[in-house]
């Protein structure tokens, strides 16, 4: 009765080298108006009533009109329509030819190594990479699916990465800028690298986001995005995606989403789709204000580092400067006396929050060594640059004189 295979049996995706880069049909327009159209047109897309914004539909099961007649959606655990707006905006913007969303930006990452390795399989990465993401690669895909990691030396150097990939590589994955550190991978060089090596080259955009950074341009495959940091803007979403090529956004959905439930919702989407409308005009302020908390902070007595792509003394600013359009609003900076030293900086702060995200229209600020990287060994933390008196920030979109009044009368607490 069923005389085609069903669009939701997907043969697993296989990395082609050869494989032509699809153009995407909206490529010819820009961020902004992607920011606002892309996957949605009032006219166009709902037959039965007029919406200027998408709506939200919150149904978790789909009618079939026939026995032997697929509909377009089918239930809530693959793809829902105000879910398909969402990806396809994410899409657009990071100009990849799909997407696949998530219900974190961890489970984004999980199921994309999931689908992609097999036992015996390894990724290649750093440890300039979040904490969740280390915690997955250290032990558990190692020690449940039998995927090894390897980790390079030195993720600013392209032939260092070379050094790791083998025959059973089948991923590279670069976090950049990295957090909590900030350190910037060169994308176009570590995409040869891994190109030439025949394997897909993953990027983790979360920091920088498409409006500062375009992996895909760069020559990256693939797009992990957290949608919970500077996507979402204010800590009300939590949900991550991955762009890349369709066939393999498929092969993710329909092979293991589809089976372990690990999809985002409909009003989650929804609250994205409203948020990405102002993704490049507060990506533009985190930056300025960034920027100025940058330079206040390296140019203060008390602190001993500040990790900021902008600041001129970073190791790889002038790559930054080449592959980014700004600087973004994260940083990190040190402060003497370790441990004790940061708890009484991050206790005396009054404005500035401690909560453990970033990427938020209001400041915070996050202990990295005790928090987020806490499953690193302490060689390992010392490798990534994550000393004990490092505090992350995440410069807000409030004014940035009263963010560094704030942390001055903190730092004169040491
Ligand atoms: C760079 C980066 N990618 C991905 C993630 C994971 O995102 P989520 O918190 O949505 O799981 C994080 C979280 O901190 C992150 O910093």
Known sequence: MHNQKPFFMRDPWEYDPQAPRPVRPDSHLGFDTRALHAGFHPLKNVEDFRSFVPPIVQSMTYPYQRFDKFPDYIYGRSKTPTVSVLEERLAALEGGEGAVTASSGSQALFSLIFTLARPGDNVVTSLNIFGEGYKQAATIFPERCGVGFHFVDDPADPNSW?????????????????????????????????????????????????????????????????????????????????????????????????????????MEAWQMLQYLETLSLRMERHSANGQKVARALADHPKVLRVNYPGLPRHPQHRLAQQQMSASGGLLSFVVPGGLEGAATVMNNLELVVHAVTFGTSRTICMHPATITHEHMTPQERAAAGIDDGLIRLSVGLEDPEDVIEDLDQALAWL
């Open 162 to 266: 070379d050094r790791e990939i083998d025959a059973k590589t089948r991923l590279v994955w670069v976090e950049t800028p990295s957090n909590p550190c900030l350190s910037v991978a060169d994308i176009a060089a570590v995409a040869q690298v891994a190109h030439s090596h025949s394997v897909p080259l993953l990027v983790d955009n979360t920091t920088a986001t498409a409006a500062l950074q375009q992996p895909m341009a760069l020559g990256a495959d693939i797009v992990l995005l957290s949608l919970t940091k500077f996507l979402s803007g204010n800590a009300t979403v939590l949900g991550g995606a991955i762009v890349g090529p369709e066939a393999l956004v498929e092969d993710i959905r329909w092979n293991t989403i589809e089976f372990i439930g690990a999809i985002m919702q409909p």
